[in-house]
Each structure stands twice: as structure tokens, then as C-alpha cells.
């Protein structure tokens, strides 16, 4: 298996090399993420009617379409606009896209040559440039093939550990001052705990580019496919040399902040407005039925 992947490797990248070594070189891919997110409703005391309209927001959250520029060494990474055709539009009941990550995500650049990763974020109406090193992928190759398109795919896992996801809860929340002094002693323990994740890559030595679609890389070719926990990418188109070619550049917008210091200020920005939404309740006798998010 080893010897055919040298030789295949050896061949792609003859093939490959022109394309490589002329300075305009450029691809673009268009890639499909999904996220799957389990909610129990059961104890929420909201309606099924306004359950439905959730649920279809939340679709509109977790399903995107990606737009993915790469050149030889750099990339950007950035999510397709699309009309809200939710009910009531970008109303929802409350819900927003800032509830479920943070806010909306602008362009993600990153550099596998100098290993910098820089994105725009907005969050509270204020814009930020969240910028760190490149998240480092040990990848285990293994002997599995499968075509994705017109492309011979192979196979690729890396063990990741990252901090256990805040649990999503519709409903009225803890209401007592013990009750949420538990809650929140909960939500302290969960902030320190972590999960072992096996990532799961597709690549294709088609096109000798070690990149991919977001932060994933360090591949001998371009990555087509991930699996990650909940989340699915997919890429579903790919144009190599387009005829209108882009600026593929770090961008500049925002306060520029690590990623360990904006994922923080989400944290407590998040709780805090979830603190206000339910002094704003109990102040106006508990409303009636209203939908809660919890982190």
C-alpha cells in the first residue's frame, strides 16, 4: 500500500507541479458543513408550534455553505451569505446566530507556511480580528480509499482534546438564588473538563495542496472531507485556476485579540446577558412560555 501511494504521490505531483510553480496559481472549493445538536423540548413549557419555528432557525444556524480560496500557501475561508426564509425572519423568538457561536464569523485566513490563522469575528456589535498560531493536526494516515467525485480520496484520523460542550436547555432555568448558584457551580466544572474527539480527513493527492476547509491542514493534499464530533464538511465543487481569481490576504478588520481571550469574553458576555434576560423575567412576574437558552 505504501509503494502505490509513493508512486501515485510521485505521478500527481509531476502532473501537479506547473500548476504549483506558476506564481498565479489559485483553486476554489465550495464545501457543505452540517452540525447535528439534540435538544429535549419535553420540559421547555413552550408550544409546538413555536418548537417548529425553533427548530427551523436552528437549522438555518447549523447547515452552511462555505467558499474556500487557496493558493500555494495561504487560503480564506468564508461563509456564503443566504436570505433568512425562517418564519419571521430574523426574529426566531429570541434565538439568534450569537447564541450559538459566539457571532457571525467573517473571513478565516491562515498561513501554512508562516502557521498564522487570523479571523474576523463580530460579537455585541463590535468587531474582532481573532488572531493565533495554526491549530497542529497529528494525523494517522491509514490504508483506506474512496473517491469523493472525480477525486481518489484517502483517509486520514488525528485524536483531538477539547473542553466539553455547554449543554443547550429550553426552558425557565433555575429560578431560586441555590438553584442557580448550582447551575452556575455546574457550568464552572463543565469549563474545566475535557473530551477525546478522533477527527476523521479525507484528502486527495489529485491536488497537492496541504490544506483544507476552516482550521484543518498538514496533509499531503487537499482535504475534501472532514467528520468531527457532530460536524460534517463536504466539499462539493472545486475550480482550479478560475478565470476571476481573488486576493487571498490577512485580514485587518477588528480589535485584534487570541483565541483564548475572545473565547473567554463570549463566555462571560453570554452569561451576563443570560443573567439580564431573567432578572427582565422575574421582574415582569416569569412571562409566559417564553423559549430559554441555557450554555
Not at 35 to 51: C, L, Q, V, Y
Not at 134 to 152: A, F, S
Request: charged content about 30%.
Amino acid at each position: 500500500m505504501k509503494k502505490i501511494l509513493f508512486k501515485i504521490s510521485t505521478l500527481v505531483l509531476l502532473l501537479f507541479s506547473f500548476l504549483l510553480k506558476a506564481q498565479d496559481f489559485q483553486g476554489k472549493a465550495t464545501y457543505f458543513s452540517k452540525t447535528t445538536m439534540d435538544i429535549d423540548f419535553s420540559k421547555s413549557g413552550i408550544p409546538a408550534d413555536r418548537i417548529q419555528m425553533i427548530k427551523e432557525r436552528m437549522k438555518n444556524n447549523l447547515e452552511k455553505t462555505y467558499e474556500f480560496t487557496f493558493d500555494k500557501t495561504a487560503s480564506i475561508y468564508k461563509q456564503e451569505e443566504k436570505i433568512d426564509q425562517s418564519p419571521n425572519g430574523g426574529g426566531g423568538g429570541g434565538m439568534r446566530m450569537m447564541m450559538f457561536g459566539g457571532g457571525a464569523s467573517g473571513k478565516y485566513y491562515k498561513n501554512i507556511q508562516t502557521k498564522v490563522a487570523a479571523q474576523e469575528n463580530e460579537f455585541s456589535g463590535k468587531f474582532f480580528l481573532v488572531k493565533d498560531s495554526l491549530t497542529t493536526y497529528d494525523w494517522k494516515m491509514v490504508q483506506e480509499t474512496k473517491m469523493i467525485g472525480n477525486y481518489l480520496c484517502f483517509k486520514a484520523t488525528a485524536v483531538v482534546e477539547r473542553p466539553v460542550k455547554r449543554e443547550f436547555q429550553f426552558g425557565r432555568g433555575p429560578q431560586s438564588d441555590s438553584d442557580r448558584k448550582e447551575a452556575d457551580k455546574k457550568e464552572e466544572e463543565q469549563k474545566n473538563m475535557k473530551e477525546i474527539i478522533t477527527v476523521t480527513a479525507w484528502y486527495t493527492l489529485d491536488i497537492p495542496v496541504s490544506n483544507g476547509p476552516g482550521d484543518y491542514w498538514g496533509l499531503p493534499g487537499l482535504i475534501l472531507e472532514i467528520s468531527d464530533d457532530n460536524t460534517q464538511i463536504l466539499c462539493t465543487k472545486i475550480v482550479i485556476n478560475p478565470k476571476d481569481k481573488v486576493e487571498i490576504s490577512e485580514p485587518s478588520k477588528g480589535k485584534v485579540v487570541s483565541q483564548k481571550a475572545y473565547d473567554e469574553m463570549v463566555v462571560e458576555k453570554t452569561k451576563e446577558m443570560r443573567e439580564r434576560m431573567q432578572n427582565e423575567r422575574q421582574k415582569s412576574d416569569g412571562g409566559g412560555g417564553s423559549g430559554r437558552m441555557r450554555h
